[in-house]
């Protein structure tokens, strides 16, 4: 053996500084071993050991929960919605429900105009737990529009909500926070209408899922207007 390899042997045999080590990753269990650890028997359910949602609203609105307002047009589902939002974010009562937590609350709007939102939360009980992300004012403030169709909206969207600590998102009046070019070409408002907004928003639950934010984070999905997917009128409304 030459001095040069003796110390080439040396050098490699010197410990590894613990900060360079890279930790082994635990093998990850198939999708097979997964569901039979989560299949239980009925007798079982009881002892899963999943933490109890906490109550937010009565006795029917949960944390974790996927809430949809559905309504004929013109009762007031955004009335109600916004309502429910100043009521969580106020931590006051909600006609005859109790509110049991103030949590803050994201409100994201596609069609109201910006001071008819602002005049009806003032008239709700606006607060600093409850933020409204209006297409209006961000159109004015950015030059940007509101489609979360698109996946870097949806993604932007939920960073959102991590960073503003919001516990509860309010979406109303999806079917405007859409693009589409021409409004008056019935055949493709249809076509469009259903899959354009039930795939992203099924993106945008997959990914709070995937950050463990549903747990936490109640969504309410507010239709516009309770309409059919079925033509009305010659514009498809």
């Known amino acids: 053996a030459t001095p040069l390899r003796d110390q080439n042997i040396v050098d490699q045999a010197k410990p590894v500084k613990k900060e360079n080590v890279v930790p082994l990753q635990p093998l990850q269990k198939s999708l097979l071993e997964q569901f039979k650890e989560g299949t239980l028997l009925s007798t079982q359910l009881g002892e899963a050991g999943i933490p109890e949602r906490k109550k937010l609203v009565g006795d029917w609105l949960c944390e974790g929960d996927l809430s949809f307002v559905f309504a ?15 009521a969580i974010a106020g931590k006051s009562d909600f006609g005859p429900w109790q509110v049991h937590e103030n949590l803050p609350v994201l409100y994201v709007d596609g069609e109201m105009p910006c001071e008819v939102i602002h005049e009806r939360v003032s008239g709700l009980g606006a607060s600093n737990s409850l933020s409204v992300l209006n297409h209006e004012a961000l159109f004015h403030k950015n030059g940007s529009v509101l489609n979360l169709t698109d996946s870097l909206s949806q993604e932007a969207l939920t960073q959102l909500c991590l ?6 998102l309010m979406l109303d009046n999806l079917v405007w926070q859409k693009l589409i070019s021409d409004k008056t070409q019935n055949a493709s408002i249809r076509q469009w209408q259903a899959a354009a907004i039930d795939r992203p928003i ?16 109640l969504v309410v999905w507010g ?7 079925y033509a009305q009128n010659a514009d498809g409304r």
């Open 72 to 86: 004929r047009r013109g009762l007031g589902k955004t009335w109600f919605s916004l309502g429910l939002a100043c």
């Open 163 to 168: 960073e503003g600590g919001f516990r509860v």
């Open 202 to 217: 099924a993106a945008l639950l997959a990914d709070l899922k995937a950050r463990r934010m549903l747990d936490e984070t």
């Open 223 to 229: 239709g516009e207007f309770g309409r059919t997917p």
